[in-house]
């Protein structure tokens, strides 16, 4: 049971991580990116490659993850940036797909469906069950909260200002003489990098990678997180991810009570729980649990 | 002479695409947003079509217009219901509220079907042959369907008054109000119009291959494709990018295992977005 709690609050803390960059991307950059999961696989796959293929160590493999997965928002970003969202979400839509069809197919890279086990995780073989998801959680827990403080800083910062005037309106920003492109650029790249670590960091926990854990209902979590939380407040995108683990688990357990259908109908029942919720709360609380507190700048303060 | 089949299935191909295409970008020509339920209601329509033939018994070409209403009154019931809400704010979060809605559609019909691969009740033919050439007469039957549904289309939008309204508040919102269009019943026959044609397109792209509930999704980067290729919400755009995402699919083949089709799509995005943003027959770039 203990090891239960300790790996749901893992998995939390993998989403949590992607919420941020989601959030970073959707809440402050008012970009879209709905090809998350595709991101995420990036990142899993990179980090579980380099580690059971080539040997590398998981301190290099990870940041390696992260590194492939924001030079591929990036070539995404650079195609779509000066086109209107509409154009950024049917590509990155796309490229979820892509990755996936990659995945499953490339069976002399990434051995198809059947996916890749044994990826090391960090003295998994030493540390007994226990000591080791706990050791995991620990990691997760100091990422995020480093990830937290250095994405609220930024946010507060002038690049966050900048950004929110861009989300507002890309017209004033640039004649404000702010360089529209590359502030988008860079905001997904930076958003998809964090995504790609939250993948890897995946991979090395789980231990396994496999086209099918990277379906298109990942994406639909992490908005739903993203959204409920507060879109644009990072403290929101973390409650989040909170949420969205404890709701996906609680529909695990209702679903799988309903002992009169079968596992495939209790699978539906699930995702349509999440869709459903996901339009509810986008329909009745726009702003979602803890809405964005954009800074007032009074006049008595400057 | 192999060239010759390839451009056969391929133009075949394209015109089965076409279908959803168009209501794909009559949907975003009308409400300037990408609406992702598309995927969703071409499952439906498929699933309407399945039930109509095998269980009803009625014969492929009866099964067209129910699917076409099934589709589109689904297709406005749950817009009106959950979409319509979120267009104010923007079409970010409209186009994120039909993500999650096709997830929703296609999680009923995996309730109610199953994940099994179904198959339409039609007898088999032999297929035609021409030389070398192989043609199968139910995909000819599908394209014949097909063209007859978008000259339809064609004439329903040139001189039809509901067609003249939709081609005006796609061309100028604004001055369509001043002139007294009613932009909510005209945004509704939008959608009831694409999601009808995306429940068409599921039949007959399931008469193609077999249907389960994620026909629509593995569809649905195809449909784009064709969409943006074509200029997102140009109709004609939308028939020409299908043929070339069709013939392209076809022509992949030569090179690549036969699944990377949807590549095609992908990759005919990403070229056509770097050379020629506003597509092939856009007038405008969103």
């Given amino acids: 049971m203990e090891n239960y709690l300790i790996a749901m609050t893992v998995f939390a803390g993998i989403y949590a991580i992607m919420a941020l960059g989601m959030n970073l991307i959707w809440g402050l950059g008012g970009m879209v990116n709905l090809g998350l999961a595709g991101f995420y696989a990036v990142g899993a796959y990179t980090s579980a490659l380099v580690t059971t293929k080539l040997g590398l160590p998981i301190y290099l493999a990870v940041p390696l993850a992260v590194l492939v997965s924001a030079l591929v928002g990036v070539i995404v970003a650079v195609i779509t940036a000066r086109l209107q969202g509409d154009y950024l979400a049917i590509v990155t839509l796309g490229l979820a797909e892509l990755v996936r069809l990659t995945a499953s197919n490339e069976i002399w890279l990434t051995n198809g469906t059947d996916g890749i086990s044994g990826v090391p995780g960090p003295w998994r073989g030493v540390l007994s ?71 890897a960091l995946f991979a090395h926990y789980s231990s396994y990678v496999a086209p099918d854990v990277f379906q298109s209902i990942v994406t639909i979590h992490v908005i739903l997180a993203v959204a409920v939380g507060g879109v644009g407040n990072m403290r929101g995108a973390l409650l989040g991810a909170v949420i969205v683990i404890a709701l996906g688990e609680a529909t695990r357990f209702l679903a799988g009570s309903l002992d009169f259908i079968a596992p495939s109908q209790a699978a539906a029942v699930r995702e349509s729980l999440i869709a459903l919720f996901l339009i509810v709360v986008l329909n009745v609380r726009k702003q979602g649990l803890l809405p964005e507190k954009t800074p007032v700048y009074s006049e008595e303060k400057r | 002479m192999e060239l010759v089949q390839i451009l056969v299935n391929g133009l075949m191909a394209g ?82 509220g039909t993500i999650a809605l096709g997830l929703l559609l296609e999680n009923a019909l995996r309730f109610v079907f199953g994940n099994e691969f179904r198959t339409f009740n039609i007898p088999p033919v032999r297929d035609w042959r021409f030389g070398d050439l192989r043609v199968p007469p139910h995909q000819v039957e ?145």
């Fill in chain 1, 129 to 199: 069950p226990t000591a080791f998801n706990s050791l995991y959680l620990g990691i997760v827990l100091c990422i995020i909260a480093v990830l937290f403080l250095v994405l609220s800083r930024l946010a507060a910062s002038p690049f966050g200002r900048v950004l929110r005037a861009i989300r507002e309106d890309e017209m004033i920003a640039a004649v404000a003489g702010k360089n529209v492109l590359s502030f988008k650029i860079r905001t997904f790249a930076v958003g998809c990098g964090l995504v790609g670590l939250a993948g």
């Fill in chain 2, 142 to 286: 599908n394209a014949t369907y097909a063209l007859v549904i978008m000259a339809v289309l064609f004439c329903f939008l040139m001189f039809t008054r509901s067609g003249k309204m939709m081609r005006a508040v796609a061309d100028n919102p604004a001055l369509a109000g001043l002139k007294g269009i009613n932009a909510v019943r005209t945004t509704d026959m939008a959608t009831f119009l694409g999601m009808g044609l995306a429940g068409i397109g599921g039949v007959l792209i399931g008469l193609d291959v077999a249907i389960d509930p994620l026909i629509g999704t593995r569809t649905m980067l195809a449909v784009f494709a064709a969409a943006v290729v074509g200029g997102l919400g140009s109709i004609p755009g939308a028939v020409l990018g299908a043929f070339i995402i069709g013939l392209g699919e076809e022509l992949a083949l030569l090179a690549v295992a036969p699944t990377y089709r949807t590549a095609v799509g992908f990759l005919a995005i990403l070229l056509i977005l770097s050379f020629r943003p506003r597509g092939l027959l856009g007038e405008r770039r969103y």
């Fill in chain 2, 15 to 96: 015109t089965l695409l076409a279908i959803p295409a168009i209501g794909f970008t009559t949907i975003f020509a009308v409400l300037r947003f990408p609406n992702f339920a598309v995927g969703g209601l071409m499952a439906i329509g498929a699933y309407t079509g399945l039930v109509a033939n095998t269980m009803g018994g009625l014969p492929l070409l009866a099964t067209l217009p129910i699917a076409f209403m099934v589709a589109g009154l689904i297709g406005v019931g749950s817009d009106k219901l959950m979409i319509s809400g979120l267009r104010p704010s923007g079409p970010l979060a409209a186009a994120i």
